[in-house]
Antibody, heavy 123, light 109 residues
Framework: QVQLQESGPGLVKPSQTLSLTCTVS??????????WSWIRQPAGKGLEWIGR???????NYNPSLKSRVTISVDTSKNQFSLKLSSVTAADTAVYYC???????????????WGQGTTVTVSS | SYELTQPPSVSVSPGQTARITCSGDALPKKYAYWYQQKSGQAPVLVIYEDSKRPSGIPERFSGSSSGTMATLTISGAQVEDEADYYC????????????FGGGTKLTVL
């Protein structure tokens, strides 16, 4: 059973870069028709899709965040990562990593989620 | 940018049927997915590909989609179904961006 676990600093200063890692256990990040996503949720608000990376290494990003986001994968460590640059208080949120799947017909949703990690942007 | 629209809240009594809608222009061409999120927890997938139920999800959860609207139905809602529900889909512009609806707070009391 695949499990995901987010890790990274809980506090980031304004204008700096937020960096998070998601470790995949119980399966290989390179196997199957899967992609790997980041989603965030400010306190008391809804879910916001940040982006995804495919096992090929190609990526899709939320247009509203695209200029600041980089998602990468390290298959040797079975991890994928998020970098969000030039952060402000508006980037304070719970950040989730999740696994999604694809097939010949569609780019599907996410079926396995991490528990989430809280990141606060403050000086 | 592409948007999915949900009602902010739905309220039913235990045993009644709850229906939560999600509207989006690309839904005739793209699947809808539904997530349940209880307070302080990560979201859980309850419906995929418009109407399929993952293993372990109770049969009272069902989904449908017609035209630009997808609907999550909880038949005989239970107190433990009280949660926030989010629809999710992708846009059809070629960007392959994911998008969540604003979420619906389901109250069962």
């Amino acid at each position: 059973q695949v499990q995901l676990q987010e890790s990274g600093p809980g506090l980031v200063k304004p204008s700096q870069t937020l960096s998070l890692t998601c470790t995949v256990s119980g399966g290989s990040i390179s196997s199957g028709s899967y992609y790997w996503s980041w989603i965030r949720q400010p306190a008391g608000k809804g879910l916001e899709w940040i982006g995804r990376i495919y096992t090929s290494g190609s990526t899709n990003y939320n247009p509203s965040l695209k200029s600041r986001v980089t998602i990468s994968v390290d298959t040797s460590k079975n991890q994928f990562s998020l970098k969000l640059s030039s952060v402000t208080a508006a980037d304070t949120a719970v950040y989730y990593c999740a696994r999604g799947w694809t097939d010949d017909y569609a780019l599907h949703g996410m079926d396995v989620w991490g528990q989430g990690t809280t990141v606060t942007v403050s000086s | 940018s592409y948007e999915l629209t949900q009602p902010p809240s739905v309220s039913v009594s235990p045993g009644q049927t709850a229906r939560i809608t999600c509207s989006g222009d690309a839904l005739p061409k793209k699947y809808a997915y539904w997530y349940q999120q209880k307070s302080g927890q990560a979201p859980v997938l309850v419906i995929y590909e418009d109407s399929k139920r993952p293993s372990g999800i109770p049969e009272r959860f069902s989904g449908s989609s017609s035209g630009t609207m997808a609907t999550l139905t909880i038949s005989g809602a239970q107190v433990e179904d009280e949660a926030d529900y989010y629809c999710y889909s992708t846009d059809s512009s070629g960007n392959h961006s994911g998008v969540f609806g604003g979420g619906t707070k389901l109250t069962v009391l």
